[in-house]
Every structure is written in C-alpha cells, then in structure tokens.
C-alpha cells in the first residue's frame, strides 16, 4: 500500500476510534514492518546503529517541549550533540552536533556541524574563495575533538528536547559567532 492509497483510506474513514480496530489495520501494520525490516536488512551496522539510536531517542523525549525538562541547560552559542532524526538527501540527520544561534519559547535554531573532512576542505572561506558557500569553517573548537564545518543550508528550528547534551561554547559576541550569523541570514536571501 503506498502513500496514495493509504492517504485514500484515511480520508474515507470516520477517523474516530483506536486504529487496531480498523479493518485495514492488520494489512497497514504488517506492510508497515515488512518495509521497515527489508530496510534495516540491507544496512550495514554503522548505518543501522544511528537509525535505531534514534528511534529510541525519539520515544523517550517525544513528549517533552524542552531539554530542560531532561536535564539539559543551554544558551545561545552552545554546541551540542543533538538526534536530528531521518534525514533526506544531503540534509544532516541522526545524532550530530549543532550550534544554537537563538532560543525562543523551547525551540532552538540550529545550524548542524560535523567533523567531515572532506566537507571542511569544500568550504568558503578566506582560505578557499571558490569553495561552498553553504559550508563554514570553523576549526578547532575547544572541547570539540576535530575541526569542525557548519552546513549553514541545514539551519532550522528544532524542539530543544532533541538536544542529547552540551559539548562546547562559542561566545555569542565574539568575531566568529557574529560572522556565522552574518553567513547563515546571507544563505536565507
């Protein structure tokens, strides 16, 4: 059953009711898990261990509106380790780090970061001018174990209930931090 049909079914439905009593539920469900088990069959282990991790991740804080409530204090500079969840193609997801550029009401903005080599070498920068523009350096930060690099086109609000703990701390006046927000309002126009 794909999307469209299933969309179908819902929108005939009377949508009252616990969904285990629908006729169509053994059907849904059973397709549902083939799906997911022919995917998860075809990864390997160090693909699989980031979607399950974040799976878990998922049940345990779905119903939390912040970090707070798990014990988590951020701040605006923060750099955290955050479950981002699924991601599509070329978005950051699963279990990577992010810097909060602003808080309001439990939500953070966050531009992902991540350690990849290779996508520290395609940044823009001073260094390399004809390099990406929606990639960043930022280097080595303290608490940080390798050079980092900002997906500055991946920025986006995020329950702060996602934040798993806090690794680092960039001053939110300093010359780096501003020019990060520079950068990212370059990448909204």
Same mark, same amino acid.
């Given at each position: 059953?794909?999307?469209?049909?299933?969309?179908?079914?819902?929108?005939?439905?009377?949508?009252?009711?616990?969904?285990?009593?629908?006729?169509?539920?053994?059907?849904?469900?059973?397709?549902?898990?083939?799906?997911?088990?022919?995917?998860?069959?075809?990864?390997?282990?160090?693909?699989?261990?980031?979607?399950?991790?974040?799976?878990?991740?998922?049940?345990?804080?779905?119903?939390?509106?912040?970090?707070?409530?798990?014990?988590?204090?951020?701040?605006?500079?923060?750099?955290?380790?955050?479950?981002?969840?699924?991601?599509?193609?070329?978005?950051?997801?699963?279990?990577?780090?992010?810097?909060?550029?602003?808080?309001?009401?439990?939500?953070?903005?966050?531009?992902?970061?991540?350690?990849?080599?290779?996508?520290?070498?395609?940044?823009?920068?001073?260094?390399?001018?004809?390099? $990406?523009? +929606? &990639?960043? #350096?930022?280097?080595?930060?303290?608490?940080?174990? *390798?050079?980092? @690099?900002?997906?500055?086109? !991946?920025?986006?609000?995020?329950?702060?209930?996602?934040?798993?703990?806090? $690794?680092? +701390? &960039?001053? #939110?006046?300093?010359?780096?931090?501003?020019?990060? *927000?520079?950068? @990212?309002?370059?990448?909204? !126009?």
């Amino acid at each position: 059953m794909g999307v469209k049909e299933l969309l179908e079914l819902i929108n005939q439905d009377v949508k009252v009711g616990m969904i285990s009593h629908k006729c169509y539920w053994n059907q849904l469900w059973s397709q549902y898990i083939s799906e997911h088990e022919e995917e998860f069959k075809g990864l390997e282990v160090k693909d699989a261990l980031p979607k399950l991790i974040s799976d878990v991740n998922f049940r345990e804080r779905k119903n939390y509106a912040s970090c707070q409530e798990l014990g988590v204090d951020i701040r605006v500079g923060d750099i955290c380790y955050i479950d981002f969840g699924e991601a599509y193609i070329c978005e950051i997801g699963f279990q990577h780090f992010g810097l909060i550029l602003t808080l309001f009401h439990n939500k953070a903005f966050v531009v992902p970061m991540s350690g990849n080599y290779v996508a520290f070498h395609q940044a823009y920068g001073k260094k390399n001018p004809k390099g $990406k523009k +929606h &990639l960043m #350096r930022l280097g080595k930060i303290k608490g940080m174990n *390798k050079q980092s @690099v900002l997906f500055l086109n !991946d920025a986006k609000w995020i329950n702060t209930a996602r934040i798993i703990d806090v $690794k680092s +701390h &960039l001053d #939110r006046n300093s010359t780096l931090f501003l020019e990060i *927000k520079e950068r @990212v309002k370059d990448c909204l !126009d």
